[in-house]
């Protein structure tokens, strides 16, 4: 059950971060709107972020935390320890170097990314300017996932769990600031906000730092070498290079093709936003929690506890993200207008936002299992077979983002990277069976049928639900539609939580009380 404990934690961080992240786009949304200035932030957000997902996150963290953790296991923590310099110091310098290349080359960078935006040279150099303040932001998350791995080696979780929240925390008290300090011009707002993300960049860095220092690990780092372990992570780490390097075509090219119509990027920018709202704190918890799990446990020859543990995850990301996916198709205009639909966001970009939104979340199980299914290769040391499916699944969205933007604008964006989800999801879940890494458990099947008609029903009754508050979910008070809302998702919730007890494809309430006390020690 520590899989669970530890998912917890994980999760309960996250949503504070993805709530606190909904306060801080409800801000910017009522500042920038959907906007040309909008439009450039988004961009120049994205950007550091993109790389982060392909260095950090990707290749780094797939290929890391095996190697890591068995330098650990199988050498010692002195081992160990000389291994993390040596890969963070070779890190860091590469690091340093893409910073400089990027930082002469944005117009390029920008070009490739949104050349639609040539059209507005104002735009354009306005793009440019943000990325070069925002790209340091890469630095110093690269840096917070080499030590969030170490950490979580250690199955230290909550300190790399919470330091996202830093970023949100700080991105809100520069949007007060704002705010506050009268500020209207939106070139200037962007420029500030875009401070604010290298600013919370150190802030997230420095509570892992915090916490490594707390463990007592000492991370030194020499001179850069190319050593047998930074020989080893490469080796392992292309792949995953090259795979996730695929994945981001998906939102690169999804950028590209929205730099044609006006607003489309702030328009998928919100919609992502949301649905990743339950993607975040179910996909990233099971896919921080579970690498290190099934490593330690295919190391000791656990193989009958290595299938519990794949299957257990399998559930509990049903569990979780069919309700959600649901509820994000059935009432995706009532969340946007209540959360978004205020100030410079007018009801044009709450209608865009809405259909994108909805298109997303078709592809909300699909997105989470491919955070059940990849560690199941990685902690094999297999980072080639993602690369290959991730290889297919991008150039499905290639294709039908070209096919299905001229119908359907941005919100074929949306779709095209739903397909392209699933299309990943079923190959790494088909591949990791028939080659006898994964034996789906019969009960485990049953009860995610169960869980699907449970939340067949619970749409069926939130669709209801919103009619029948239509009045106030679309009134003029900001309490009266929040409240409304938090009525409709208290509603939803219930009902599917019943249901799932009754027919027992869930036993919500034991979970409920063993998490409680897990965390009360009882």
Same mark, same amino acid.
């Given at each position: ?47 550091? =972020? ?95 996932? &080499? ?20 970023? =949100? ?21 962007? &420029? ?72 489309? =990027? ?103 299992? =491919? ?139 034991? &979970? ?11």
């Amino acid at each position: 059950m520590s899989l669970i404990r530890n998912f917890a934690t994980v999760g309960a961080a996250t949503l504070a971060s993805r709530i606190l992240g909904f306060v801080r786009d409800a801000m910017l949304a009522a500042v920038l709107g959907a906007g040309p200035v909008a439009d450039a932030f988004v961009v120049a957000f994205r950007l550091p =972020n993109l790389f982060r997902r392909l260095f950090a996150e990707g290749a780094f963290n797939s290929a890391f935390v095996p190697l890591f953790g068995r330098a650990l296991e199988e050498e010692g923590e002195t081992r160990a320890r000389q291994v993390a310099g040596e890969i963070a110091s070779g890190m860091l310098f590469v690091l340093l170097i893409l910073l400089a290349i990027a930082e002469m080359a944005m117009p390029a960078v920008v070009w490739v990314l949104a050349p639609g935006f040539l059209e507005d040279p104002a735009k354009f150099d306005l793009t440019v300017l943000m990325s070069r303040i925002t790209f340091p932001y890469l630095v110093f998350m690269s840096m917070l996932a &080499l030590i969030a791995g170490i950490l979580n080696t250690y199955h230290r979780f909550a300190a790399a769990a919470f330091a996202p929240v830093m970023l =949100n925390v700080v991105m809100i008290a520069v949007l007060a600031g704002i705010v506050l300090s009268g500020v209207i011009e939106e070139r200037q707002i962007g &420029l500030i906000l875009c401070l604010g993300v290298s600013v919370a960049g150190v802030a997230q860095l420095a509570v892992v730092l915090w916490d490594m220092k707390r463990l007592g690990f000492r991370l030194t780092l020499p001179r850069p070498r190319l050593t047998p372990a930074v020989r080893r992570l490469v080796t392992l780490g292309v792949p995953g290079l090259i795979a996730g390097g695929i994945t981001q075509i998906n939102i690169v090219v999804g950028q590209v093709i929205a730099s044609a119509q006006a607003s489309a =990027n702030a328009l998928l920018y919100y919609a992502d936003r949301l649905y990743q709202l339950p993607l975040g704190v179910i996909g990233i918890a099971i896919g921080v929690v579970l690498l290190p799990s099934l490593t330690r446990q295919l190391r000791a020859g656990e193989d009958a506890q290595f299938q519990k543990t794949l299957n257990g995850a399998m559930e509990l990301s049903f569990a979780l993200t069919l309700p959600a996916s649901v509820a994000l198709v059935v009432i995706p205009d009532e969340i946007v207008s209540v959360l978004f639909g205020r100030g410079a966001f007018d009801a044009a970009a709450v209608s865009g936002t809405a259909a994108a939104l909805a298109a997303f979340s078709f592809g909300l199980p699909a997105y989470v299992l =491919n955070k059940v299914f990849s560690p199941g290769y990685f902690a094999r040391e297999d980072t080639k077979t993602p690369m290959w499916f991730a290889g297919l699944s991008a150039l499905m969205n290639v294709v039908l983002s070209l096919l299905l933007f001229p119908v359907l604008a941005h919100v074929g964006i949306a779709l095209a990277t739903t397909v392209a989800g699933w299309v990943n999801a079923l190959a790494l879940g088909v591949v990791l069976w028939r080659r006898g890494h994964f034996e789906p458990d019969l009960v485990v099947l049953r009860k995610i049928g169960l869980l699907a008609v449970a939340s067949a029903v619970m749409g069926v009754c939130v669709h209801l639900g919103a009619e029948a508050l239509a009045g106030a979910l679309g009134g003029p008070s900001l309490g009266i539609r929040v409240a409304a809302l938090g009525v409709l998702v208290a509603g939803g919730v219930t009902v599917f939580a019943g249901l799932a007890q009754v027919t027992g494809a869930a036993d919500l309430i034991g &979970l409920a009380r063993m998490i409680r006390r897990r965390k009360t020690g009882a």
